[in-house]
């Protein structure tokens, strides 16, 4: 057994001892310290831990954590890292006074993505995720989603949610693959919706089950993507083949998104940044959580979701990044910290639940991740020394995270 202390930390965050699935409301601000602490790891699990004055000795592998905090590590329930190239000379156009939507109207956006991803081999693909991984574990996620969505065809689907499958066996950290075939209408389908929409109920999902290549199925549920009625199709389909519901929501407009999600059982529903107060109503009387993207927001200049009203109105909320080669090419949590105390006004308390306990329902993974509990993975974080954790979205241009563990394994790239 491989045993592994750290001690003298100056504080312990997000201790949880009784089973939380995740938190909501007003308890989205409690997060559960203790001071002068210590952490013992035994393999991939939290063994124990407390304060100093019941520390274990005699351990051979030890770490001294004086001035700094450990905390779980990010979970990032959001993303889109399996992609080909960048896209920047569409964010120049941007600047220039093109909107997010007359660029994808124009074959840019999603269908661009497609179109690079169709040329890439599967094996140049794998590389360039295996480097955005890697890049995001070193700034502290411990476990991340990852949608397909960027190939729009059976063979490109296919390839990425492949890599998706490679990068699970290679990597340590919990990977969730989501199948997102419905993210937008391949140009030669464009006067042929339903065409496209039965290649992906009737071809990829059947390969997809086959092959046990995704864990979830999504739905871009918006203004010039999917209406809800073929949402609803397309989920539903999804479901026969055993699995669940994650959703793009209300991204661009008022979409019906979150209530089409919800009657599909939708584990989460994501984007969010067009709600009111009939879609709050909706998800208090749901088990679907909310996911918000405040990167999109910063850099589509967009508004953001509102989060402070919605945890005001006693919901649970989840932040993720959404990285991706269009709206949000980041997989930056502790900026995520930063914007969602700036811009959404959340407390960092409230953003740090976001995106642990709260980020690992959205991934069903809130029985092993998340929260300082014993028995859970020891996906952690150590920062740098730090006066209190209010400094992490306060320097939000500083890199802050010290040392990265995954299943107990310190993680060096």
Request: with cysteine.
């Amino acid at each position: 057994m491989k045993r592994t202390l750290i001690k003298n930390i100056k504080s312990l965050a997000g201790i949880h001892t009784k089973p939380h699935s995740y938190l909501k409301g007003e308890a989205m601000s409690i997060l559960h310290t203790i001071e002068d602490a210590f952490l013992l790891i035994e393999d991939d699990k939290i063994a124990d831990f407390g304060t100093m004055d019941n520390c274990p000795t005699s351990i051979e592998h030890t770490i001294d954590a004086q001035g700094q905090f450990v905390l779980p590590a990010w979970v990032d329930s959001h993303t889109h890292i399996v992609f080909a190239e960048s896209r920047d000379s569409e964010y120049l156009a941007r600047l220039k006074g093109k909107s997010y939507e007359q660029i994808a109207a124009e074959g840019g956006g999603i269908l661009n993505s497609a179109l690079k991803l169709e040329s890439m081999s599967e094996e140049a693909l794998y590389e360039g995720a295996a480097k955005r991984l890697e890049e995001v574990i070193s700034m502290g996620t411990g476990a991340i989603e990852i949608k397909s969505g960027y190939g729009l065809s059976y063979e490109s689907e296919l390839k990425i949610l492949r890599v998706i499958r490679k990068l699970k066996e290679n990597y340590s950290i919990p990977i969730k693959s989501t199948f997102l075939g419905a993210h937008a209408i391949p140009t030669i389908y464009k006067n042929d919706r339903e065409k496209y929409i039965d290649l992906v109920i009737n071809k990829m999902l059947p390969q997809i089950h086959e092959e046990k290549l995704a864990d979830y199925i999504d739905v871009f549920c918006d203004e010039g993507f999917f209406t809800v009625e073929e949402t609803e199709k397309i989920l539903t389909a999804g479901a026969a083949y055993g699995l669940k519901a994650k959703i793009h929501a209300n991204e661009l407009a008022n979409s019906g998104g979150v209530q089409v999600g919800i009657k599909c059982n939708a584990v989460s529903v994501d984007h969010l940044e067009r709600i009111e107060q009939p879609e709050i109503d909706a998800l208090k009387n749901s088990n679907t959580i909310p996911t918000v993207l405040p990167s999109v927001s910063f850099f589509l200049n967009i508004p953001y979701a509102p989060s402070r009203m919605m945890i005001d109105n006693g919901l649970g909320v989840t932040i993720a990044s959404d990285y991706n080669p269009g709206s949000s090419p980041s997989g930056n949590i502790p900026f995520l910290l930063a914007l969602a105390c700036n811009k959404m006004r959340l407390l960092p308390s409230e953003a740090i639940n976001a995106v642990t306990l709260n980020g690992a329902y959205a991934l069903e993974l809130e029985d092993q991740l998340g929260s300082i509990t014993k028995g859970k993975l020891a996906n952690i974080i150590i920062t740098n020394k730090m006066s209190t954790l209010a400094h992490l979205p306060y320097a939000f241009g500083s890199h802050q995270i010290d040392k990265v563990f995954i299943k107990g394994e310190l993680q060096s790239f």
